[in-house]
């Protein structure tokens, strides 16, 4: 009777303890995946960085479609005016090329597709860095569940060894089994603290992705894994990736470019034409054998180069065998994707199935056992060595399903990422 009334009375403490707990989680201050997610996009450094190219895809637009600078020159020359009274001269050019064959639009035309190629590169790149971000976060969630499951096994122990001091000062039980429930303890302790490190560590790279003008009093993390989980058709992801992925996007534009490179290898075999216009001023020239007044002149030019160079199409091949190379390129790409979103979905669903075995069957045998051996204990039937195997069975189990939630909800992230899209709730 005093063994039930003592153990009516533990349980009573823990769920005080646990409901203090409770309190105290709901009062700090959660960290949901969508903020964290808005504050990487707007705050992430390399990401920051990243958007910088299509700044100076934007220029290179602009130095693309400058004309050629003209150019003025000034000559001075001395015939001998104070020797032989000769006179002097003073000569002004200004010279200009005409580009012809379209050379301007041909350049135009080639950085617009590298800035088009600049901004598919930085969407793929945030592709992959809201993957890699979704990630971490699915990592501090498996961590801050360990931690806790860590915390909830020391108390369960704390209050079992707590109990098994009173009877064993009752005579119930022997010294020995109340030095080993001590002693279960203080190893269960340790745990806790390797699970608490582990959990901060890994919330503390949440705030690295998010960058450092972010805010930064969360204490906590959303514990949904199953915000992470959705029914996908095969058919499905691959119709997405084709029209999402900006890997795609960036290989077709990529045949774009190489085809405007072609158009600007065949503009630069057009000739261009060098146009001056000049004025001479003499002065007079005062020699009494070759006297002459003093007069101006004035000079038209026009310099036609002699291309000899275009009977070698050296520039305009390259850029044609360049063309063809990124074609190739492209069919090897979408050959690829279609693997990785069949491997990804493969994956996926493995990992489902692994989750609801453990849902379903592993999870309530284990807590199963584990009562019940606590149970008999309680009665005096069994020997606390029993009740810790049991516990660290549960234990064992409960990081395992917590182990395959987390790769569950990777594997939908990563089959996200493949996909092109991002439907995660």
Sequence with gaps: MRTTILYIFCITLSQIGFAQSDSTDNAQKTLAFPDFLHSVSHHNLDYAAEKFNVKMAEAEI?????????????????????????????????????????????????????????ELALADYFQNLRAEAGMLYIEAMEKKAVWDLQEKNYESMLQLSQADSIRHSLGEISEIDAIQSRLEVNIIRNDVWDAETDWKNAFQKLFIMMGPSSE??????????????????LNYLLEKAYKNRADLALAEEDIQLADRFIALAKANRKIDIDLS???????????????????????????????????????????????EVKKLNLLSLKR??????????????????????????LNLHAKKVLDGKVYSYQRGEISLLEVINAQRTYNEVMEEYYNTLAETAKAFIELQ?????????
């Design 62 to 118: 602009i130095q693309a479609g400058m004309f050629p600078d003209p150019e003025i020159s000034f000559d001075y020359a001395n015939n001998s005016d104070k020797s032989m009274d000769l006179g002097q001269v003073f000569t002004g050019e200004l010279g200009w090329t005409l580009e012809l064959g379209g050379k301007r639009k041909a350049r135009i035309g080639v950085a617009e597709s590298e800035k088009v190629i600049s």
């Design 216 to 233: 930064t009093d969360f204490t906590s993390i959303s514990k949904d894994f199953f915000s992470f989980n959705k029914d996908y058709g």
């Design 277 to 323: 216009v000049g004025i001479e001023t003499n002065t007079e020239a005062t020699n009494h054998i070759a006297e002459t007044p003093a007069f101006t002149s004035y000079q038209a030019g026009i310099a036609i180069p002699l291309k000899f160079s275009n009977k070698r199409s050296s520039e305009k091949k390259i850029a044609e065998y360049e063309s």
């Design 336 to 361: 690829e994707v279609e693997n990785e979103i069949a491997e990804a979905f493969n994956d996926y669903q493995n990992q489902i199935k692994k989750t609801n075995a453990y849902q379903n069957d």
């Design 417 to 425: 990422r493949v996909s092109g899209i991002w439907e995660v709730d």
